[in-house]
């Protein structure tokens, strides 16, 4: 505690926050997981990369496999399309094309006690677009990406389930019209469902052209 001259202590109090009427959007840099948590200018005995081991280790949970999903597709897609995930971007990815797509995951497997597999269904509702740039969403609801890429961690044995290997998963890909012009539910689809619109399943390393044709294809039907 500060003290004045006198030996006395002084008490000091938290600054009042600054009032202001725009704090623009933070720009994120992509960090290495080798930078250290400090107590001011001290640096302490751990870093950034402990954070993450002690964060995202589970990738098998619901919340954490569905970024996971999301870095899959991007590396398939490759690595120069967006440096650092975006939060809240209307979509989950766009390359450097300008395909704008939105990645849902699912699995047969989770984290917790099962009785059995869980049974797989998506969530694809139309949403308000929200801008981070100016923090507004738009009146309507509808879908802002091109395509939509399923992915489904297949692998049905727990005890030698990995997420990070690619061969656990498949993937289907549809353009977004084909979700809007569905006359069954708006908000979600079962994989039986999907499977029916999608057709055939392709592998990692096929996803990619996937992707660029699910994307020609929403070209000649219409954006969203």
């Not at 098998?60 to 496999?65: C, D, G, I, L």
């Not at 870095?71 to 094309?97: H, K, N, S």
């Not at 998506?122 to 969403?137: I, L």
Request: proline share 5%; glycine share 4%; hydrophobic share 35%.
């Amino acid at each position: 505690m500060p003290h004045r001259q006198d030996g006395s202590a002084s008490v000091t109090s938290d600054p009042e926050p600054t009032v202001t009427s725009d704090f623009p959007r933070l720009k994120v840099v992509p960090k290495s997981g080798a930078e250290s948590f400090r107590d001011g200018s001290q640096s302490l005995e751990f870093r950034l990369s402990d954070f993450w081991r002690w964060s995202m280790s589970d990738l098998v949970s619901n919340a954490t496999r569905g970024k996971l999903a999301e870095f899959i597709v991007l590396r398939a897609i490759g690595i120069g399309c967006q440096p650092v995930r975006d939060e809240w971007a209307p979509c989950d990815l766009v390359t450097d094309t300008g395909i704008r797509i939105e990645v849902k995951s699912a699995a047969y497997l989770q984290s917790w006690h099962q009785r059995s597999h869980s049974s797989i269904t998506f969530s694809v509702p139309k949403t308000r677009k929200y801008d981070p740039d100016t923090n507004r969403s738009s009146k309507e609801q509808y879908r802002s990406a091109d395509v939509y890429v399923f992915a489904v961690l297949k692998h049905l044995d727990k005890s030698s389930i990995d997420p990070l290997d690619v061969s656990q998963w498949q993937f289907l890909v549809l353009p977004t019209s084909v979700l809007d012009e569905r006359k069954r539910s708006q908000s979600s689809i079962t994989l039986k469902s999907l499977e029916a619109l999608a057709g055939a399943k392709v592998t990692f390393d096929a996803l990619a052209a996937a992707i660029a044709s699910a994307s020609d294809r929403q070209k000649k039907i219409g954006q969203p």
